[in-house]
């Protein structure tokens, strides 16, 4: 899908954010009471996984939205979140899952875990996105008009 001009980075950010912590609830992995690692290297959603305080707008349903499923989630699941953010730069794993789409999954996941072992957490798997996340990241992006003014050259 392509969702150039309907949302910021940053909110795609937020949302790969809450993907991963959302997979664990999809599998039932997230025991009452634990506490949720999410890294990122944006910091936009490093504070937004801290404190969102969005308006129910459609220039602000993108992240809106999102933080009120990672709150669902949260509640859900009698779960707490730490949220870090390190540099962009030390951001290797995140990069090579955005970037290295030539390498089957269970070998970029060895290939990880043997490179790059401080950033990978405990039981790192690549795992597909199950359609009902798919669709509820599919209609969100969607439900978003595309800003035309982002279309025009910069001066």
């Not at 995140?94 to 875990?113: P, V």
Request: glycine share 2%; with cysteine; hydrophobic share 40%.
């Amino acid at each position: 899908m392509d969702c150039q001009l309907r949302t910021s980075l940053n909110s795609l950010e937020f949302l790969a954010c809450i993907i991963s912590i959302w997979l664990d609830q999809f599998h039932q992995v997230l025991e009452p009471e634990s506490c949720i690692l999410s890294q990122t290297d944006s910091s936009s959603a490093m504070g937004w996984l801290r404190k969102s305080n969005f308006a129910d707008r459609t220039d602000e349903q993108v992240p809106f939205s999102t933080a009120r499923k990672l709150a669902d989630i949260l509640l859900t699941t009698e779960t707490c979140l730490y949220s870090q953010w390190f540099p962009g730069e030390e951001n290797l794993i995140a990069d090579s899952l955005s970037r290295d789409f030539h390498i089957s999954d269970s070998r970029l996941s060895d290939l990880l875990l043997t490179h790059f072992p401080e950033q990978a957490p405990f039981g790192l798997r690549i795992l597909p996105i199950p359609p009902e996340i798919a669709s509820w990241l599919t209609c969100l992006l969607l439900s978003q008009p595309q800003k035309e003014q982002w279309l025009k050259a910069p001066t």
